[in-house]
């Protein structure tokens, strides 16, 4: 009975210690969902079980799941999602381990899902952050298709013949694959050489800088970048390009790719030499003579308002003629050059990117051109516009000028980049970016010009000149995160040489002539002009910013930004009279003038970060310092200012693919040293120049608003984007007019430039676009335009010039692809430009209304006919410049290999020889019009040849995928 009794009283002694013993802790468990493709699989069910308990939610819209308190060691995740085939498996946690993230789960489509609906619950446009990002897979394109037919099908992007890219309104000036710079950046050749079928996603991207993608802290103004991220299965393997094309009166086309992609690694290689006419075939790769995946060549895009825009806030503006979309310059065009690209991520912690350029360029040009310079006479006592007494009108004069030129222009350029980046641990990152370049050309014209009206003068002579210009430079960023969350500190410096030397040899005959039109004896001018202009800038910047409230969804911090910025000018020109054959100096046109500009920054900014907003508040002083001597006329001078530069930006997120921003930016332009310089420069003695030390500091205004929609219901996308610019104090030029010496009947004209502060100055312009989708994309309709106005502000003769000036371009246009063997782009647009100056009596109105279609037609499988055709019709341009041309361009092709990733095709340039090289250009007292050759018809006989071959994904040494980052690049485990 004792035994029974101690028995019972050790267990219920042992129960009560087990009894005691608390739960074992929570733990959380958190994962992503994808598909094969690298999408967000979102609303997924997923469901966990350990022992007789579950818990079961969806996945958000990033496809990622958090199950917090998880009590055992051992669990089954399952996922379900329409679609695909479920996902099962069983996980077990680390000893002494309270928190696990899952590798990505990837879902794969069901077998027994064929026919069915498979929804996506992704839209295909979404905006977050100063990024605007496509989903690939909503456009549909043939295959061997390049990334320039992809973008061209997304809404709010123009792809131009000569493969320049915008969006909404704005030119895209990088290109980037995986989140790093592509073969140096350049547009043009990755979107003309990368295949489509390799896409997952397309992010334009308002990009400020290396500094502030890694602070936070955006200063200035963005700039446009363009990053495509690849398909996890299109991101190990290797593809290439081949074009040959020969035809006649010379030309020819030739470009080599090759590409091999490994994840974070990428080696690149880029040849290509051309002969052909610019603005029409276009000058590298694919652009024309190639086209895209499917030859032709003539699609081109939806653009083809170039050079439509208003002028600065100088008063010029830039009216269009009828270029029919290509470059805005004539001529024939020899090009061609190479490149080499390596990027790769040496671990965790090292990751390199470099490129290797060259390129060359030679264009020959014949120009004509027709102006009229308006001169305002004034009473020299009263200052005041003189009225004929006669026609009771102002006494205006005008001088016309017509000029034949004929150029040749010679350029080489080699260009180095480096990019190393070393995460030193997990609180310290250091990046260094040298770059180098050499620029050397070769410039030869012969011009003949003749004056007649208000001022009568004939010249005739000859430029050569040879320019070399080495650059060197680089970048040095280092941050720090402190223990406390959310504290970092950076240091940015930075150094750039510019030295560029000129040496110009000036051959001309210059014949004036008396009042009465008669000529006096011709006079010679030889001279040889040698001139070198040497620039520094050195840079340095610390950054500092310190939490206020880290919550999720509900952050604060304050930033701390002061930098230096010094550039250094050293400047000589000097001037040799070769009449004789000897040289001899001509100290009155010689220069030797050195200055610095100094500027020190210092901000305080304000920030906030919610779910639906993010917002900047903060004020940047800026003193600055402007000193220099001008040796040969023994000036010195210097000046000192302050200036204080509010900072505001607000973004509102209504929804994933609905936002809403504005900002605010401004800045000091201080006056140059010749515009303060306080004697008179006689460099050039036809046109001397007066500085003016009382000038005060302008300053530049600028503030942008951005709205964005995708309706994703209705396959609905509208955007609009406004910019405001004021300028109070801006510098300008007061131009006076006298002949020179005033007592001879033979006395030739002088413009002397004076420099003064005026107020004034603004601009205003916007772009918008409206796009609709019907019928899976099939069809698509897109609206879009923009509307400039500039108002300037200048004197001439000390009479007050101000200029206004109106541009107002809207294009309707089609993408019509019923099939898969008809793609068809009708566009229609309209272009007006109107330009006044208080000056002038004549107001400038010129209009362009084109009608353009381009399109493909798939016939027997195999060949392609390819076509693109363009009608101007122009007004208010002097009709012997314009004849209202109208552009065929067209090829057929046949496709072979196994994949169709072969063609050998012919084509046709400008089929009936009209196509013409027109502009406008206007300034405050007058208009050129010119008129370049084009020699644009020929035919050419191409071949081409796109082998491609992808491997998979990339892999951990486990053999697990690798977690990727926004930008598309891949994390080393």
Same mark, same amino acid.
């Given at each position: ?290 086209? %895209? ?397 007066? %500085? ?209 990733? %072969? ?71």
């Amino acid at each position: 009975m004792k035994k029974i009794f101690l028995i019972l009283i050790v267990a219920l002694l042992t129960g009560k210690i087990y009894g005691q013993t608390p739960d074992a802790p929570g733990r959380e468990i958190s994962g992503i969902v994808k598909d094969s493709a690298d999408n967000a699989v979102i609303g997924a069910i997923v469901v966990l079980k350990y022992g007789a308990d579950s818990a079961r939610l969806l996945t958000n819209t990033n496809g990622v799941f958090v199950f917090k308190n998880v009590k055992a060691g051992e669990f089954l995740i399952t996922v379900r999602s329409i679609g695909f085939a479920n996902f099962n498996k069983r996980f077990l946690f680390n000893a002494g381990s309270n928190r696990l993230i899952l590798d990505p789960i990837i879902m794969r489509e069901s077998s027994n899902m064929l026919n069915a609906v498979v929804i996506n619950g992704t839209p295909a446009i979404t905006y977050k952050e100063d990024t605007v990002e496509y989903r690939a897979s909503d456009y549909v394109v043939k295959p061997n298709a390049t990334v320039d037919e992809l973008i061209k099908k997304m809404e709010g992007v123009e792809v131009g013949a000569d493969g320049t890219v915008t969006h909404q309104g704005t030119q895209v000036q990088k290109f980037r694959l995986n989140g790093k710079d592509y073969s140096g950046g350049d547009v043009a050749t990755a979107i003309q050489s990368l295949p489509a079928e390799i896409v997952e996603k397309v992010q334009f991207v308002d990009d400020f800088g290396n500094e502030a993608a890694r602070t936070g802290i955006k200063d200035g103004e963005p700039t446009k970048v363009m990053n495509v991220t690849t398909r996890r299965d299109r991101s190990v393997g290797n593809n290439g390009r081949l074009n040959v094309g020969v035809g006649n009166n010379e030309r020819y086309g030739t470009s080599i790719l090759g590409n091999r992609i490994n994840g974070n690694q990428q080696i690149n290689l880029n040849l290509n030499f051309n002969n052909t006419v610019t603005g029409v075939a276009g000058g590298s790769g694919n652009s024309g003579f190639t086209g %895209g995946g499917q030859g032709g060549g003539f699609t081109g895009g939806q653009g083809g308002q170039r050079g439509n825009g208003g002028g600065g806030l100088g008063g010029g503006a830039q009216q269009s003629g009828g270029n029919n979309g290509g470059s805005s310059s004539g001529g024939t065009n020899q090009s061609g050059g190479g490149s080499v690209g390596f990027r790769d991520q040496f671990g965790k912690k090292i990751g390199l990117n470099t490129s290797y350029s060259y390129r060359f360029n030679d264009n020959n040009s014949i120009n004509n051109s027709n102006s009229e310079r308006y001169t305002a006479l004034t009473d020299p006592t009263t200052g005041k516009i003189l009225i004929d007494p006669v026609t009771k009108t102002r006494a205006d004069t005008t001088t016309f000028i017509t000029t034949s030129n004929t150029s040749r222009q010679n350029a080489k350029t080699n260009t180095f980049n480096f990019d190393l980046e070393y995460e030193i641990d997990s609180a310290n990152f250091l990046r260094f970016s040298p770059n180098i370049s050499y620029v050397t050309s070769l410039n030869n014209s012969s011009t003949n010009e003749s004056k007649l009206g208000y001022q009568h003068r004939n010249d005739i002579g000859s430029n050569d000149r040879k320019n070399t210009t080495p650059t060197f430079g680089g970048n040095l960023i280092f941050q720090h995160q402190f223990e406390k969350r959310g504290r970092s500190a950076s240091v940015n410096l930075g150094y750039d040489a510019n030295n560029a030397e000129a040496e110009t040899d000036v051959d001309a005959i210059v014949q004036l002539f008396e009042k009465d039109n008669t000529p006096l004896p011709d006079s010679i001018v030889r001279r040889l002009v040698l001139s070198k202009n040497l620039r520094n800038t050195t840079s340095a910047s610390f950054t500092f910013s310190e939490p206020l409230k880290l919550v999720q969804g509900n952050t604060s911090r304050l930033q701390f930004n002061v930098s230096v910025n010094r550039r250094q000018y050293d400047n000589t020109r000097f001037t040799d009279n070769m009449r004789t054959g000897q040289p001899v100096r001509v100290d009155s046109l010689s220069n030797i003038f050195n200055y610095s500009f100094t500027t020190t920054r210092l901000g305080l900014n304000y920030n906030v970060r919610k779910t639906k907003y993010n917002s900047s508040l903060g004020v940047t002083v800026v003193p600055s310092v402007l000193e220099g001597t001008k040796e040969h006329l023994g000036v010195t001078l210097r000046r000192a200012n302050l200036t204080l530069i509010p900072i505001a930006n607000y973004e509102y997120q209504l929804s994933r693919t609905n936002r809403l921003g504005v900002r605010y930016s401004g800045s000091p332009q201080e006056p140059t040293f010749d515009q303060i310089q306080p004697v008179r420069d006689d460099t050039d003695p036809n046109n001397p120049k007066v %500085g003016n030390e009382k000038l005060k500091v302008a300053f530049n205004h600028n503030i942008t608003a951005n709205y964005n929609n995708f309706i994703a219901n209705r396959n609905l996308n509208i955007y609009a984007n406004i910019t405001g610019t004021t300028n109070p104090n801006r510098v300008t030029t007061n131009v006076v007019e006298y002949f020179k010496p005033a007592d001879l009947d033979s006395a030739d004209l002088i413009r002397e430039t004076r420099y003064i502060n005026l107020d004034g100055a603004h601009s205003l312009g916007g772009n918008y676009g409206i796009s609709k989708s019907l019928n899976k994309r099939k069809y698509r309709i897109d609206f879009t335009g923009s509307v400039r106005y500039n108002k300037s502000v200048s004197m001439s003769n000390n009479v007050l010039n101000n200029g206004k000036s109106w541009t107002f371009t809207d294009q309707l246009g089609l993408q019509i692809n019923p099939n898969s063997w008809l793609e068809l782009n009708p566009t229609a647009s309209y272009n007006l430009t109107k330009a006044n100056y208080t000056i002038s009596t004549r107001d400038n109105l010129t209009k362009t209304f084109a009608l353009s279609a381009n399109g493909r037609v798939y016939m027997l499988k195999r060949n392609v006919l390819n076509f693109n055709v363009r009608k101007n019709f122009v007004s208010g341009i002097n009709a012997n410049v314009t004849n209202n041309p109208f552009v065929i361009n067209t090829s057929i092709e046949r496709q072979f290999f196994k994949r169709n990733n %072969g063609s050998l095709g012919i084509q046709a340039f400008d089929l009936l020889n009209q196509n013409n090289f027109i502009s406008r250009s206007l300034s405050e007292n007058g208009f050129t019009d010119t008129k370049s050759n084009a020699l644009s018809r020929y035919f050419m006989i191409n071949f081409r040849w796109t082998p491609q071959k992808w491997t998979g994904a990339p892999t951990n040494r486990n053999g697990r995928p690798v977690n990727r980052r926004g930008d598309g690049s891949f994390i080393e485990n």
